[in-house]
């Protein structure tokens, strides 16, 4: 045989071998990456107009002497002591209606009414039993106030830091709109609830708990709130660390963590302003705003 006719099969040989060495060269080679791109930040509410920095939230109204908790009583008291936030809860009734209460059920502030939950109960059988009082006062007595009637004690008075129990959400965030109060509440629920509220109504601002776990260093919290995007957190940690109080801060999120029971004195509130908090939720609102007034001397 001629070398001549041998010539197709060794160039088609070569070519074979140079595609394959092409291909291990290729293959060893780490592949590229793409550009790095950052999460983009979900655009956060504008908090109500304040006066003042330095937020006090007035647990369930001024309640510990001077009315009984979450009454349009002590929604007064909240603001003649100063508060800029009065924090109430909501739940509704069997047959719909929206009113003020913490517990689910109802005889610890309504001690005459059947020991159920109320969500089984119509409210006929409740709006005319009298509220509670604090222990050792001797005030008038009153009755559980709707949510529409709340509002309308509220509004271009005092803003609302609602603490949702339960309800209809779409219902509530309906009244406020219909009462104006779009721009005067913020609305605390679960970081699962996020979601919903936003759907609903995107312009209530939202307050919310984060996990333990969010909590452990200032990127966890980063990560987290990047997740579960609200405008209020209602604690960080213990000492209000100010690693992530500044971490929050860096995405627009404000802080107000709750001073309550042993913690709500004087001590506590200096060393939550000390870490940078933007406000507190308190039982004392005109101590608070007392200190906060000495404070702005100094």
């Not at 509220?131 to 509004?155: M, V, Y």
Request: charged share 25%; hydrophobic share 40%; with cysteine.
């Amino acid at each position: 045989m001629s070398p001549s006719r041998n010539r197709p099969a060794v160039t088609h040989f070569l070519r074979l071998a140079c595609f394959s060495l092409a291909l291990v060269v290729s293959a060893a080679e780490p592949a590229s990456s793409p550009p790095a791109t950052s999460v983009p930040l979900p655009t956060l509410l504008p908090l109500p107009a304040s006066t003042h920095s330095f937020q006090i939230v007035s647990h369930r109204g001024s309640h510990l002497k001077k009315a009984p908790e979450n009454s349009l009583q002590s929604i007064e008291a909240a603001i003649a002591d100063g508060a800029d936030y009065v924090e109430m809860d909501i739940r509704r009734t069997k047959d719909g209606v929206h009113f003020l209460m913490h517990d689910s059920k109802p005889r610890r502030m309504l001690p005459d009414a059947p020991d159920v939950p109320l969500s089984q109960l119509e409210w006929t059988a409740i709006k005319d039993l009298p509220l509670k009082a604090p222990a050792g006062s001797d005030l008038p007595k009153t009755t559980a106030p709707t949510f529409k009637e709340a509002l309308l004690a509220c509004r271009g008075r005092i803003k609302i830091y609602l603490d949702f129990k339960d309800g209809d959400r779409p219902a509530v965030a309906q009244m406020i709109a219909d009462a104006g109060m779009e721009k005067q509440v913020a609305v605390y629920d679960g970081a699962g609830a996020i979601p919903v509220w936003r759907g609903i109504v995107p312009r209530l601002p939202l307050i919310t708990t984060p996990p333990r776990e969010a909590t452990t260093s200032p990127s966890a919290l980063k990560t987290w709130l990047t997740e579960h995007p609200v405008e209020v957190l209602d604690r960080i940690d213990a000492k209000d660390s100010a690693e992530l109080v500044d971490a929050a801060h860096a995405l627009g999120v404000a802080i107000w963590p709750d001073t309550l029971g042993g913690n709500d004195h004087p001590g506590r509130w200096n060393q939550a302003a000390a870490s940078g908090v933007d406000g507190v939720q308190t039982d004392h609102p005109e101590a608070v705003a007392k200190w906060r007034e000495e404070r702005a001397r100094r």
